[in-house]
């Protein structure tokens, strides 16, 4: 008996061992996360495409995944608004599709009629920091130029390669947690670039007490202060400001102080003349409330898109 089990245990171990070996990199699951395989065997009307994005900022290409509309192969006249969506931190780009379930969520929205047809894109957000995060920011040390990749080089690259709207209003980015924190920090500082975003319990300042915020921002108040959106908020031209809409839905069981940064934003923003919509609703720090509210923000961003074709 003592013989015959350690043996079995080696025989199981090689067979998973070549079974990985033997498996595409991008379908292995090791860690709880979604796999490109379950994603793209999701039935949706659109497409999911997987793609090579070369980065200027990061100086290196990363994979990134494109949701297009049903029509957007068969009428090629058709320009379609932006949704961008970043994940979490520990996250991947395949989350909101997988766990999230966004593509199907925004068909059954679009089918509804409460929204229009838009491309979706998933990028890939890792950086050097806390569990490999980047907080959607350029670093001070200018190790991971985050920021510039999503506001410059990602838009570049799909005004160059999609039939998008070149028109910010058209423009959108949201996401959760870190991603949610990113989404507001990303639309507060390039208005240019978006103008709507979904806030799903992110943060509005950077943090004194989080080592990764200290090792992204530094110690210079100036460069922490342009960083956190309750106070970025205020800069930047009044007829901006106005342009800027804002969908924040932080749960009720969710920490406290993202609560209370979350509605003292949303008050700030529209002080300022932007429009939004604060949620404050049962809800965890998880997918169930996550997914719920995407398709709870989509007749918002429909309307606000509509209001700006």
Not at 215 to 234: C, Q, T
């Amino acid at each position: 008996m003592s013989v015959k089990r350690p043996l079995l245990i080696g025989v199981l171990l090689l067979t998973g061992i070549l079974s990985l070996l033997n498996t595409p990199a991008h379908a292995i699951d090791l860690f709880g996360r979604v796999t490109e395989r379950e994603v793209m065997a999701q039935t949706i009307a659109g497409k999911m495409t997987r793609i090579r994005f070369p980065s200027a900022a990061l100086g290196e290409g990363r994979t990134m995944y494109i949701y297009t509309p049903p029509d957007y192969d068969t009428d090629r006249s058709k320009v379609y608004p932006v949704i961008v969506l970043l994940h979490g931190t520990p996250g991947a780009c395949l989350d909101w599709a997988g766990k999230g379930d966004c593509n199907r969520r925004f068909e059954k929205a679009v089918a509804a009629g409460k929204i229009p047809p838009a491309i979706l894109v998933f990028p890939d957000g890792h950086g050097p920091h806390w569990k490999g995060g980047s907080e959607w920011a350029d670093d001070v040390s200018g190790q991971c130029k985050m920021e510039t990749a999503i506001t410059s080089d990602l838009p570049h690259f799909l005004k160059a390669h999609y039939r998008v709207s070149p028109d910010p209003n058209q423009w959108t980015i949201g996401g959760l947690s870190e991603g949610g924190y990113g989404a507001a920090n990303l639309t507060v500082r390039h208005p240019d670039v978006f103008r709507n975003a979904l806030i799903f319990s992110g943060d509005f300042k950077v943090k004194d007490e989080w080592d990764d915020d200290d090792k992204v921002f530094g110690s210079d108040p100036a460069v922490r202060s342009a960083n956190s959106p309750l106070e970025a908020i205020h800069n930047g031209p009044t007829e901006t400001r106005r342009k800027l809409r804002f969908y924040i839905a932080i749960g009720m069981d969710d920490d406290e102080d993202l609560q209370t940064e979350g509605a003292l934003f949303m008050t700030t923003a529209k002080s300022l003349g932007a429009d939004g919509r604060f949620v404050r609703e049962p809800g965890k720090h998880a997918w169930d409330f996550w997914s719920n509210q995407f398709s709870a923000s989509l007749p918002y961003l429909g309307k606000w898109l509509a209001e700006t074709r």
